[in-house]
């Protein structure tokens, strides 16, 4: 198949398009730059120039591929509700060109729109946090998936390598800049985890054998505590690590904070079951301990 990558340069999109080209996939990336039209171009991928915010070309990608995956996002999580609300209109441009067709539309949510019950990790098939203005694009596909469309939704945790793991960069610069590597409470509260490698493999996965409506918890650990994530990058950096109250969460880490404080842990035993997913990579704590703590975060 030819398939419509946005974000194909970004942190997924470069582990992911390889794994497509090796099945025998051929890709047509999104880019809004030249430098990644290059580097798309160097790895003889068909550019498309554009953005999530530019609705024209995202119809037009769709409109000329067999199949689309989304992952693009825009994650200064400092203006969370605007980005949300591009997804969710480049979601629907998209998706409006597929309706009709039998061409598969995988979409890109997060673990933390899913609510814990009780403590317990939430689950693919289970309720959603609607206060989380992220909802509005699943919303959007299941609307889609009634229309015909055949759809997924792939939710990430924290996603990770030695370069970088979702939203623990932004704990990182933090800790560089106050001098300590904190922590709320007493660190407890968990956020679920993957290697990027890991992440790859679930999306051709989920395109090639997904049932339309699926949703799937691209979840290997899951939960991290992070007491444990700030004792690494502690660690890494060379300062201490010291616990703050609840109450100082928004003072030290800015509009980190409410996320710093969030418990979400994950499950993905249904996206195990139903995919044959068994993720292999290391996990987020092996991860931190083999960073290049003399250069700043991603």
């Not at 597929?98 to 693919?124: C, Y």
Request: charge should be negative; include cysteine.
């Amino acid at each position: 198949m030819r398939i419509f990558v946005t974000g194909a340069t970004g942190f997924i999109g470069s582990a992911l398009i390889p794994k497509l080209v090796e099945a025998g996939h051929s890709v047509l990336g999104l880019t809004r730059s030249e430098a990644g039209a290059e580097a798309l171009r160097a790895k003889g991928i068909d550019v498309l120039h554009g953005n999530i915010e530019d609705l024209d070309s995202l119809r037009e990608g769709a409109s000329k591929t067999d199949g689309t995956i989304h992952l693009a996002f825009n994650h200064d999580f400092s203006q969370f509700q605007k980005n949300c609300e591009d997804d969710l209109k480049a979601v629907k441009a998209i998706g409006e060109v597929l309706v009709g067709s039998d061409r598969p539309f995988i979409m890109t949510s997060g673990t933390a729109i899913a609510a814990n019950i009780d403590g317990k990790p939430s689950t693919e098939d289970g309720p959603t946090l609607s206060w989380n203005p992220r909802v509005a694009s699943e919303a959007a596909m299941k609307e889609l998936t009634e229309r015909g469309v055949k759809t997924t939704v792939v939710r990430l945790p924290q996603v990770h390598d030695t370069r970088k793991q979702g939203l623990v960069p932004y704990v990182h610069a933090v800790a560089r800049q106050k001098g300590v590597s904190a922590y709320i409470g007493d660190g407890s509260n968990r956020w679920p985890a993957a290697h990027i490698s890991d992440v790859a493999r679930l999306y051709h996965l989920a395109l090639e054998k997904a049932e339309p409506g699926a949703i799937y918890h691209a979840v290997d650990e899951e939960g991290v505590s992070m007491k444990a994530i700030a004792e690494a990058l502690g660690r890494g950096l060379k300062i201490p690590v010291v616990s703050i109250k609840p109450e100082e969460a928004d003072a030290h880490f800015g509009w980190l904070g409410r996320f710093a404080v969030h418990d979400m842990p994950a499950s993905s035993a249904l996206t195990r079951q139903k995919l044959n997913w068994t993720p292999t990579g290391p996990g987020m704590i092996a991860d931190l301990d083999g960073m290049d703590y003399t250069q700043p975060p991603l």
